[in-house]
């Protein structure tokens, strides 16, 4: 199959098992949005479930106080909720 025969989840997926990424960095790599990188990234690991494959998550983190429960690993949220910081870092996928 061409490379230019496969959707953008496919390739996106691809990309996610050589080397972990934010979703920022998929989206420029696949010249959309990071809300839409985020959401093949989500459609992605929904369809990891039937096979032995997963989706890794590094949660995002505030770079002040280190805060790192958030709600949705998978999501980067505008501040931190302890210190209300902006500084907080991206998550990072990776499929396994």
């Known amino acids: 199959m061409h490379e230019a025969d496969r959707t953008t989840r496919e390739r996106m997926a ?9 979703a920022s960095a998929l989206a420029r790599e696949f010249d959309i949005r990071t809300p839409e990188a ?3 990234v989500r459609h992605v690991a929904r369809s990891l479930a039937s096979t032995e494959e997963e989706l890794l998550v590094a949660p995002p983190s505030c770079q002040d106080c280190g ?8 999501n980067r949220p505008s501040r931190c909720p302890a210190c209300k910081s902006e500084t907080l870092t991206e998550p990072v996928f990776r499929i396994e």
């Open 67 to 74: 805060f790192d429960e958030f709600d949705d690993p998978a």
């Open 14 to 22: 691809d990309a996610l098992r050589e080397e972990s990424l934010p």
């Open 38 to 40: 985020l959401d093949h």
